[in-house]
């Protein structure tokens, strides 16, 4: 079994000034990701067979910055069955599952207590 969290976002409202702040603190280069229209990602350095979650500033219309506005991406074979899961569960959906080019699949659900988490899987 894996650990659960796959990818985390922090979401940002100025891109430029978000990546100035973070590749000075960790001395590191952020990268641009493909995206869909509305949404511009810059990922930290990955490294697939090392500890740790890789993750990326966000900017993305409707998710703001500031206060929680880091989200946790669980892993999932079908994002779809864990969202519909989260709404049996007492929570609900933010964002129904859409895809996301060849990184696979995103839904964001609201759990219990108001708070956002992501899910992730390829199919």
């Known amino acids: ?4 969290v796959g ?4 979401y940002i409202k100025e891109m430029e000034r ?12 952020l990268t641009r990701l493909e995206s869909p229209p509305g949404l511009e990602m810059w990922a ?3 490294q697939p067979d090392s500890y740790g979650a890789p993750g990326a500033l966000v900017k993305m219309e409707g998710c703001g910055s500031g206060d929680n506005s880091v989200l946790v ?12 899961k989260a709404v049996k569960a007492g929570g ?4 129904e599952k859409m895809a996301i080019g060849q990184y696979g699949f995103i839904a964001l659900v ?3 207590e108001g708070t956002m988490i992501g899910l992730h899987s390829m199919q």
């Open 73 to 84: 991406y669980f892993s999932c074979a079908d994002c779809a069955v864990q969202a519909a």
């Open 1 to 4: 079994m894996n650990n659960p």
């Open 44 to 46: 930290f350095p990955m």
């Open 18 to 29: 978000a990546k100035a702040f973070y590749q000075a603190v960790f001395d590191v280069k």
């Open 7 to 10: 990818w985390f976002e922090i």
């Open 110 to 112: 609201v759990d219990t």
């Open 92 to 95: 609900k959906i933010h964002k």
